[in-house]
């Protein structure tokens, strides 16, 4: 007889490509737009804003997808690491690796006889596996491609900068500042909204923080901008 299966959202399985997802678009929203505020408060020219909203767009895009790259790969060159530093343990001292892993299950909670076999079986089937998963804290979860992060840091960022572009080219000068700070506003809350029931956490929370500290980098960057402009004039 089958026994039913029970599917469970786990919603850590999401964190390697959330982190990235969120993070983009949140920087490529907030940072586009508090610079096209910035400038807009300075200068009435809309062509310059233009071309600033759309060189922000493009090497924020590359920014992002560069230092997701190292931070990550950097990651996982030391995961890699630590594996093989292990793989060598396993073979020169498979006792101690093997009392190693007991000790580990006891800690959780396991009589010593309990954890002694589980360390036995898990070893028998995969010993390195066990070792990372358990000693080492590293697993598939956890691991997280280059490539992957990068990419998806880019495409990101370029979705949330591509709104501060196309409100800078629809509306006019005159109501510029206002019309960045509405869109980015409602984005950001549209934003928080999505990560925070992808994650799993609390909508209004995740609301309040995002659109708190959005409105403080976009009113920061009004003020510089307002004050270069007045000082220019």
């Known amino acids: 007889m089958r026994t039913p299966q029970h599917p469970e ?3 850590v399985n999401r964190m390697g490509w959330l982190r990235a997802a ?3 678009a949140n920087d490529g929203l907030l940072s586009t737009t508090s610079l096209v505020i910035g400038v807009a408060a300075a200068s009435g020219n809309k062509r310059h804003l233009l071309i600033t909203a759309f060189a922000g767009v493009i090497s924020g895009a590359f ?9 990550v790969s950097s990651q996982v060159d030391t995961e890699q690491s630590d594996l093989e530093r292990e793989r060598k343990e396993l073979a020169a001292m498979p006792d101690y690796e093997l009392n190693e892993l007991k000790s580990i299950y006891m800690q959780r909670g396991l009589r010593e006889d309990t954890a002694l076999e589980v360390a036995r079986q898990l070893t028998q089937k995969n010993a390195l596996a066990a ?4 000693e080492l804290g590293i697993s598939k979860i956890t691991m997280t491609n280059p490539l992957t992060a990068a990419f998806a840091s880019a495409c990101s960022f370029i979705s949330g900068g ?3 572009f196309a409100v800078c080219y629809l509306f006019p000068m005159q109501q510029m500042v206002y019309a960045q700070y ?4 409602i984005f950001l809350i549209i934003l928080g909204i999505i990560s925070a029931r992808l994650g799993g956490s ?7 923080r995002i659109s708190f500290w959005g409105t403080v980098a976009m009113v920061t960057c009004a003020l510089i901008g307002h004050l270069f402009g007045t ?3």
């Open 162 to 164: 591509i709104i501060p």
């Open 63 to 71: 920014s992002m997808a560069a230092g997701e790259y190292v931070s």
């Open 202 to 208: 609390s909508v209004r929370k995740g609301v309040i």
């Open 131 to 134: 070792h990372a998963r358990d």
């Open 231 to 233: 000082n220019i004039s």
């Open 9 to 11: 959202a786990h919603f």
């Open 22 to 24: 969120v993070l983009g």
């Open 182 to 185: 509405a869109f980015a506003i």
